[in-house]
Nanobody
Framework: QVQLVESGGGSVSPGGSLRLACAASVSMFRLDVMGWYRQPPGKQRELVASKGRYGSPKYADFATGRFTLVRNNANNEMYLQMNSLKPQDTAVYYC?????????WGQGTQVTVSA
């Protein structure tokens, strides 16, 4: 069973930055695609960014140029650096991972961007 634990959420003013972290309970070399999703209030969950075991991350249009995903397989951690945050970035952010047999989610961490 894979467990994912997010941390780093909080409240920030527009234009500010936050860094989210996701710690995996297993070696991340075992996991295929990992990513960050978010669910804004009253809306559906959406993909923010993802990355396979190797290769470059892929970003949603709204994240391109502002967010950076780093996957550190050696430390079993994944990060999402979020800069130039906007009020519309307010959401619960979830870490996701999958392997050949299952899909795993963290419990989520709240990010609130307001003046």
């Amino acid at each position: 069973q894979v467990q994912l634990v997010e941390s780093g959420g909080g409240s920030v003013s527009p234009g500010g930055s936050l860094r989210l972290a996701c710690a995996a309970s297993v070696s991340m070399f075992r996991l295929d695609v990992m990513g960050w999703y978010r669910q804004p209030p009253g809306k559906q969950r959406e993909l923010v960014a993802s990355k396979g075991r190797y290769g470059s991350p892929k970003y949603a249009d709204f994240a391109t140029g502002r967010f950076t995903l780093v996957r550190n397989n050696a430390n079993n951690e994944m990060y999402l650096q979020m800069n130039s945050l906007k009020p519309q970035d307010t959401a619960v952010y979830y870490c996701n991972a999958n392997d050949l047999s299952d899909d795993y989610w963290g419990q989520g961490t709240q990010v609130t961007v307001s003046a």
